[in-house]
C-alpha cells in the first residue's frame, strides 16, 4: 500500500514537471510578450505572431527564467515549415535562452533569483528508458524538446526544470552566449563524434552558427589538425569570416580539397553535400551528419565511390546534458568568440527569412527588451 501511495505521489511529481506551462487563474503572474507559431507554414509567409500571454509560472523543480537573448537555428525553420512540427499550437519556439532567474518553483534550489541561466534543446528526459540509463538521453524515447514539445526562448519569460538549465560562464555576454546553447553544444557533439586527433584532416560542410564556433574548437584542441571549409558558391561573407578564424582552405561544396579528409561535418540543410564529403573522405574516414532534417534528397550513393574503405557515415540526434554541460566551461577557456547578429523579438519572422537563405553571417540572436 505504501508503495502504492509512493508511487502515485512520484507519478504526480512527473506530471506537474512534464508540464510545458501552468498558466496562471486571470492575470494576477502579469503578462508576456511572445511570438507563437500557430501552425505549420512556409517561413516566407511570416507566420510568427507576436501575442500577449500570461507569464508562465514555475511548477515544482522548475524555474522561471527572464529571457533576454535567444538564438535562432535552423531547426526553427524544420518545426515551422513541419519537418519536425511542434507537438501542439500554439507554441513558442526557441532552444538558445539566456536570461536571469527570477522565480523559483516549490522545492526548486540550483539556482539563486538573480543567477544567469542557459536553456538548451533538451528540456526533458525520462531517466529511465534504455537509452537514459546508458548515458544517452538524446535518444530518449520520451524525452521532449524546448520549442518544440514545451514553450521556449522567442518570449519575455520561459520556465523549465533546474535540471535542464545551465549556468552561463562569465566572460560572455547574454547574446554572445545565446548560439552556445545549440549551434555551439551541438558542434562540440557532432566533433566529438567525427573521431578528429590532432594532425588529421577536418571538412566543415556549410558555415553558419554552428561551423564557425567548432572551427574556433577544433583550432584549440587540435593546433596541428588541418581544417577545410566548404560553403554554398559565392557566400563571402562567410568565407571571410572563414578565413578570420583559421580555415587553411575554403572551398564550394563539389570542390575537391588538396587533400582526403579524415573526418567531415555536414551541417548544411540539403542532401548534396553528404555524397560530397563521402566522396572527399579518406580511406577509413568518417562523416558526421549535423541536421535534424534535410530540406532535399541524400543523392544516391555509389558504393565504390562514396563508402567503401571503411568509410563510416553517422548522424548527430539532439544534445545531452553532459554535452552542455562539457562545452560551456569549455567555451570560456578557449575563449569562443561568436560572431553574432541581432534582432528584436518583434524581427523573428526576417530573421529566420534571412537564416533560410543563408544571409547571416555568424548566428542570428533575438534580443528581448523588459
Ligand atoms: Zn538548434
Ligand atoms: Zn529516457
Known amino acids: ?28 503572474g502579469g503578462t508576456m510578450k511572445a511570438m507563437v507559431l500557430d501552425k505549420v507554414s512556409p517561413v516566407e509567409e511570416k507566420p510568427l505572431r507576436l501575442a500577449e500571454l500570461p507569464r508562465p509560472v514555475p511548477g515544482s523543480g522548475q524555474i522561471r527564467v527572464r529571457v533576454s537573448a535567444c538564438g535562432i537555428c535552423h531547426t526553427e525553420l524544420d518545426e515551422i515549415e513541419g519537418r519536425v512540427a511542434p507537438s501542439r499550437f500554439p507554441m513558442i519556439l526557441g532552444h538558445e535562452v539566456v536570461g536571469m532567474v527570477e522565480e ?22 525520462c ?23 514545451a514553450d521556449g526562448g522567442y518570449a ?27 549551434a555551439g553544444v551541438i558542434g562540440y557533439r557532432a566533433l566529438r563524434l567525427s573521431g578528429m586527433e590532432d594532425g588529421k584532416a577536418l571538412g566543415l560542410y556549410g558555415f553558419g552558427a554552428s561551423a564557425h564556433i567548432v572551427i574556433q574548437v577544433a583550432k584549440y584542441k587540435y593546433p ?40 567531415a561535418i555536414d551541417f548544411t540543410p540539403v542532401g548534396e553535400p553528404v555524397r560530397e564529403a563521402l566522396r572527399n573522405l579518406e580511406k577509413g574516414g ?13 543523392p544516391e550513393l555509389d558504393y565504390t565511390e562514396h563508402l567503401w574503405h571503411e568509410k563510416e557515415v553517422k548522424s548527430v540526434a539532439n544534445v545531452t546534458r553532459r554535452d552542455a554541460r562539457e562545452f560551456l566551461p569549455l567555451a570560456a577557456q578557449i575563449p569562443i568568440v561568436p560572431e553574432t547578429r541581432e534582432f528584436k523579438l518583434e524581427e523573428a519572422n526576417e530573421a529566420l527569412i534571412l537564416l533560410k537563405e543563408g544571409m547571416i553571417r555568424g548566428a ?3 534580443t528581448i527588451a523588459e
Open 1 to 28: 500500500m505504501r508503495q502504492y501511495r509512493d508511487y502515485l505521489s512520484r507519478t504526480a511529481q512527473m506530471k506537474q514537471r512534464q508540464s510545458d506551462v501552468l498558466l496562471p487563474e486571470g492575470n494576477e
Open 104 to 125: 523559483l518553483g516549490p522545492g526548486a534550489r540550483k539556482f539563486k533569483k538573480g543567477d544567469r541561466a542557459g536553456i538548451a534543446w533538451i528540456n526533458w528526459a
Open 127 to 149: 531517466g529511465k528508458c534504455a537509452f537514459c540509463l546508458k548515458g544517452e538521453e538524446n535518444l530518449c524515447d520520451s524525452a521532449k524538446w524546448t520549442g518544440k514539445d
Open 156 to 182: 519575455q519569460y520561459t520556465v523549465v526544470s533546474e535540471d535542464f538549465a545551465y549556468p552561463i560562464p562569465e566572460g560572455f555576454t547574454d547574446v554572445e552566449a545565446a548560439p552556445l546553447l545549440c
Open 224 to 263: 596541428n589538425g588541418r581544417v577545410f571549409v566548404f560553403t554554398r558558391s559565392g557566400q563571402k561573407e562567410h568565407h571571410d569570416l572563414a578565413r578570420k578564424l583559421g580555415a587553411d582552405w575554403i572551398g564550394a561544396t563539389g570542390d575537391t580539397p588538396p587533400q582526403k579528409l579524415n573526418c
Open 286 to 298: 568518417r562523416l558526421v551528419i549535423n541536421a535534424i532534417r534535410k530540406a532535399t534528397r541524400v
Open 364 to 366: 542570428g540572436v533575438l
